[in-house]
C-alpha cells in the first residue's frame, strides 16, 4: 500500500504546492557539476561508419540511450577530442533539445565517451545529485510541464540550456534520491514488461487475422475440398471448382471525376482499407479543391498506385472521391465486394502485385492498370463467397475486440506509469521503506 510522507511543506517551485518536509528546493544548476549543449552544426562531413559513436535525439528512447551499431551514426576519434565539451560520461542525463523537446535518457556505460548532437548534457555533482534520480524526475509529467514553460519557438520548439539550468526542482537527501531511482527502475522494469506482454500478444492477434483470412480467401471454409494447383505461385493449390480468371474478367476501371468537389474524400490506407479522411487522424496537406477528384460508388475497387505494394487498396462501402492519382476499378459481374476487399489486402494477393508492379526501387513500385488486369485471382462462386464473408465478419470483429481490449489495457497501464513516476519524484509518496528483490 503506497503511503505518503508523514509530513511536507509549501514550496516555492513551479508546479509543485508542497514537497516532503526533509526535501530542499535548489535551481537545476546547483545540482549540477556540467551543463552543455551537444555540437550543433553541419555533421555531413563529419558523420562515419565507425569510431566513435554519436548520439543523436533519435537514440533517446525509453528513459535511456538505445544506440544501434548500424548505420553512419559515428565520428572520428580526432574530431570527438576536438570538440570535448559534448564527449558524454556514464549516467549523464541527455534531454533532446530541438524538436521532440523534453525526452529525456541516461547514458548506459557502454557509450561512455560517446560524443552527441543537439542535445543537452546534465551531469550530476559527485555527493549531491544522483543521476537516475535527475533523470526520473526530468522525465516525468513535472519534468516535460516544466521543459514547455520554457521553450522557445511557434512550430519547431527549442530548449535553451541557460533557461534550463535556471529550473527549480525538488531535492532530497542523495539516499533517498538513490532509493527512488532504484524504486522506480524495478516497478518500471515490471511495467514495462507487461505491457510488452500485451504488445506480443495484438502482433500475435494481427498474424492470426493476417493467416486466418489469407486461408479462408484462397482456401476456402472447408478443408476436404479436392484441390487443384492454381498455377499461381503466391496461392498455391485452390479449391477445384474454383475457376482462375484475370482481372480484366471481373473489373473495369473508370475515370469518372467531380464537378463540384462536394463529395466526402476517401483515403485508402495498407491498415484500414478504403475509409473516410474524416474518420482519420491525417495532417498532410489537403488539396484547396476536390474538383476533378475521381468519382467512386460503394462496391468500388480503389488502389492507391503508389503504396499497393505495402497492400493500400480495398473495397468501398461510400460514395465519394478519391486522388486522382489513384485508380478506380468496378465489377463487371455479380460479385460480393467484400470478399474481394479482403482477397486484395490478403497476403498472396499482395504478392502478386508486388510481382506486377513496376519500378527501379522496391519502395517505388507502381501497378499500373494494364498490369492489375493482367493478374490472376481465384473465383469462387457467389454463394461460397457470401459465407466465406459471413465466416470472416463473425471471426475478425471477435478478434478485433481482443486487439482493442488489450490496447485499452496497454494505455490504462502507461497512464499508471506515468502517474506513479509522477507521484514518487514529487514526493506524493514515500518509497524509503519499499523493499526491493
Request: aromatic letters at 10%; proline letters at 5%; a positive charge.
Amino acid at each position: 500500500m503506497m503511503k505518503p510522507y508523514p509530513e511536507y511543506k509549501d514550496c516555492s517551485v513551479e508546479l509543485l504546492s508542497e514537497i516532503p518536509s526533509n526535501w530542499k528546493t535548489m535551481k537545476l544548476y546547483y545540482f549540477l557539476e556540467k551543463i552543455t549543449n551537444g555540437y550543433v552544426g553541419p555533421t555531413r562531413d563529419i558523420m562515419r561508419g565507425s569510431g566513435i559513436p554519436y548520439i543523436q535525439g533519435i537514440h533517446i528512447k525509453g528513459n535511456t540511450v538505445k544506440f544501434t551499431p548500424d548505420g553512419f551514426y559515428y565520428v572520428d576519434e580526432e574530431w570527438s577530442n576536438k570538440h570535448f565539451r559534448s564527449i558524454l560520461r556514464e549516467n549523464d542525463v541527455l534531454v533532446v533539445q530541438t524538436g521532440s523537446i523534453g525526452e529525456v535518457g541516461i547514458v548506459p556505460s557502454d557509450l561512455d565517451g560517446a560524443n552527441c548532437h543537439a542535445l543537452i548534457i546534465l551531469r550530476a555533482i559527485s555527493g549531491v545529485g544522483y543521476g537516475r534520480y535527475l533523470m526520473w524526475l526530468l522525465s516525468s509529467d513535472f519534468g516535460h510541464h516544466s521543459f514547455y514553460s520554457i521553450k522557445t519557438g511557434d512550430i519547431l520548439f527549442h530548449l535553451n540550456s541557460t533557461k534550463v539550468k535556471d529550473l527549480g526542482i525538488p531535492i532530497p537527501s542523495l539516499l533517498e534520491q538513490a532509493q527512488i531511482a532504484a524504486y522506480l527502475d524495478h516497478k518500471t522494469h515490471l511495467i514495462d514488461s507487461l505491457i510488452e506482454k500485451k504488445q506480443k500478444q495484438i502482433e500475435l492477434l494481427k498474424e492470426y487475422r493476417t493467416a486466418l483470412i489469407n486461408q479462408a480467401v484462397t482456401k476456402g471454409l472447408n478443408p476436404e475440398v479436392p484441390k487443384k494447383d492454381s498455377g499461381i505461385p503466391a496461392f498455391g493449390n485452390v479449391p477445384t471448382h474454383w475457376p482462375i480468371t484475370r482481372n480484366k474478367n471481373l473489373f473495369r476501371e473508370v475515370n469518372e471525376r467531380s464537378i463540384t468537389g462536394k463529395e466526402e474524400l476517401l483515403t485508402v490506407s495498407h491498415i484500414t482499407g478504403v475509409t473516410p479522411r474524416s474518420e482519420k487522424d491525417v495532417t498532410m496537406f489537403m488539396a484547396s479543391t476536390l474538383v476533378g477528384y475521381k468519382l467512386c460508388q460503394p462496391g468500388d475497387l480503389i488502389i492507391n498506385t503508389m503504396w499497393a505494394w505495402m497492400g493500400a487498396l480495398g473495397t468501398s462501402n461510400n460514395c465519394g472521391v478519391v486522388s486522382p492519382s489513384y485508380n478506380v476499378y468496378r465489377f463487371k459481374q455479380s460479385s460480393i465486394p467484400k470478399f474481394f476487399d479482403y482477397l486484395v489486402r490478403s497476403p498472396s494477393f499482395v504478392c502478386e502485385i508486388k510481382r506486377f508492379s513496376k519500378g527501379v526501387w522496391s519502395s517505388r513500385l507502381r501497378l499500373y492498370p494494364e498490369y492489375f488486369f493482367e493478374i490472376k485471382v481465384p473465383f469462387p462462386p457467389f454463394s461460397e463467397q457470401e459465407e466465406i464473408v459471413e465466416f470472416l465478419n463473425i471471426k475478425i470483429k471477435k478478434i478485433d475486440n481482443y486487439i482493442s481490449q488489450n490496447l485499452k489495457i496497454i494505455d490504462f497501464i502507461k497512464e499508471h506509469r506515468t502517474t506513479l513516476i509522477s507521484n514518487v519524484v514529487t514526493g506524493k509518496i514515500d518509497v524509503r521503506d519499499e523493499v526491493l528483490p
